[in-house]
């Protein structure tokens, strides 16, 4: 009896070290908080959405008088994407509604994207989210494509809207336009310089999020 005994807790021991084997064997590991898995998260955001892009979602481009008077943004930056060869420029008559609802003419500057400009023009949507929007345009004027240099961290995930979240922080290599190393550009896209010169060492910081499929960045399409 003794002995029978002793068998059968032998057998139930083996009998439940298989069960936690198999319970083991089925972990989905995609779902660990681990730097591999956001390693690769990270890596496919990039290559999706790893492009440096300027805000220029619309063409042509026009910059009145009024705009260069005032150096807006595109008065500083069209001329030199036009230096560039990027862009080409025409004067013509535009119709605007002032602060009146009053319909006026003024003189003004068309630019549209020469053949070498259009090469930077990424039919890639865009994603552009405020606290009380979100907008997705079409397609956008870019200057550099960021990959993963490494993963430096993380935060503690936390239960955001229902789902896992966290952060991760990584540093990037980039590859950027060859315009875009120009000091002209670098002037008025001050943004373009920084980044292209925090190559390896500015950390940037990605929202990820768990799903059934593992670790997805914010932004990436899930199919």
């Not at 730097?35 to 496919?44: G, H, Q, Y």
């Not at 430096?152 to 789902?163: K, T």
């Not at 980039?174 to 550009?185: F, K, L, V, Y």
Request: aromatic letters at 8%; proline letters at 4%.
């Amino acid at each position: 009896m003794t002995r029978r005994s002793t068998a059968g807790r032998i057998a139930c021991g083996a009998f439940a070290l298989s069960a936690l084997t198999l319970i083991a064997g089925c972990h989905d590991k995609s779902q660990d908080v681990s730097r591999e898995n956001f390693t690769a998260t990270i890596n496919t955001f990039l290559a999706q959405r790893g492009h440096l892009c300027l805000a220029k979602y619309d063409w042509p481009i026009y910059v009145t008088t009024d705009d260069m008077a005032a150096g807006t943004r595109d008065a500083l930056q069209m001329p030199v994407l036009e230096k560039l060869g990027l862009v080409a420029g025409k004067d013509v008559v535009v119709e605007r509604t002032d602060e009146n609802s009053k319909k006026i003419r003024a003189n003004a500057r068309q630019y549209q994207l020469t053949a070498d400009g259009q090469k930077y023009y990424l039919h890639i949507p865009e994603v552009v989210a405020t606290a009380t929007s979100r907008v997705t345009h079409p397609a956008d004027f870019c200057a550099a494509t960021l990959s993963l240099d490494k993963v430096v961290g993380w935060e503690r995930p936390a239960q955001v809207n229902g789902q896992t979240a966290t952060s991760v922080i990584y540093t990037y290599k980039i590859d950027p336009a060859p315009w875009a190393g120009s000091a002209d550009a670098q002037r008025v896209f001050p943004m373009v310089k920084r980044v292209i010169e925090g190559e390896g060492t500015m950390q940037l910081r990605e929202g990820v999020y768990l799903t059934s499929k593992g670790w997805v960045a914010d932004e990436v399409f899930v199919r």
